[in-house]
């Protein structure tokens, strides 16, 4: 089922300069953060929220979603 596709292992990110840490389980989490708690956009969160509303359509599956959004948190 599109929308629910949890990621094989949780991510765990820092959101903000001095936030807390969340715990990012599935990419409707991922998609949340990219679009609520990224400060900045950059050419990764611009890929990894394309790959994750993918997932969401069902046209792409994990873990190509998770693997992109870690991208997108280390850089």
Do not use: W, Y
Not at 20 to 27: F, Q
Not at 50 to 72: I, T, Y
């Amino acid at each position: 089922m599109a929308g629910l596709s949890k990621f094989e292992r949780p991510v765990i990110v820092q959101v903000g300069r001095h936030g807390s840490e969340r715990i990012v389980l599935d990419v409707n989490d991922a998609v949340a953060i990219l679009l609520r708690d990224i400060g900045r956009q950059t050419e990764k969160s611009r890929i990894a929220m394309d790959v994750c509303l993918q997932v969401l359509r069902g046209k792409a599956r994990s873990p190509v979603d998770r693997r992109a959004f870690v991208a997108a948190d280390a850089g």
